[in-house]
């Protein structure tokens, strides 16, 4: 499975940003796909995750609410949308593939996207 995310920028405190992960390597609907951060100095967090069939999504409790998680199984492609976004959200954006399950641990995610920066400026 290859992963690449895309879509990161710089967006002023409250804004909106969507970011995009496009998979390719093995049937897309048949995994869930997960979102994580990692902020300048901080440990990787889990964002959220939504499973094979877009049935059921997952978020951290420091973005439910605004961030929305959706994915194109046609387009093999995963979704992030981000609104009111805070400057604590900057981070570089990870997509990443869990084949056998739906965890919020990374060590559990097989693929990794080389992820994508998002800035919030106040």
């Known amino acids: 499975v290859q992963l690449q995310a895309y879509g990161g920028g710089v967006v002023s405190a409250g804004g909106s940003l969507r970011l995009s992960c496009a998979a390719s390597?093995?049937?897309?609907?048949?995994?869930?796909m997960g979102w994580f951060r990692r902020a300048p100095g901080k440990e990787r967090e889990f964002v959220g995750f939504?499973?094979?069939?877009?049935?059921?999504?997952h978020y951290a409790d420091s973005v439910k609410g605004r961030f929305t998680i959706s994915r194109d199984n046609a387009k093999n492609t995963v979704y992030l949308q981000m609104s009111s976004l805070k400057p604590e959200d900057t981070a570089v954006y990870y997509c990443?593939?869990?084949?056998?399950?739906?965890?919020?641990?990374?060590?559990?995610?097989?693929?990794w996207g080389q992820g994508t920066q998002v800035t919030v400026s106040s």
């Open positions: 990443a593939a869990d084949l056998y399950g739906n965890t919020r641990q990374a060590a559990f995610y097989n693929y």
């Open positions: 390597g093995r049937t897309f609907s048949t995994y869930t």
């Open positions: 939504i499973t094979y069939s877009g049935s059921t999504t």
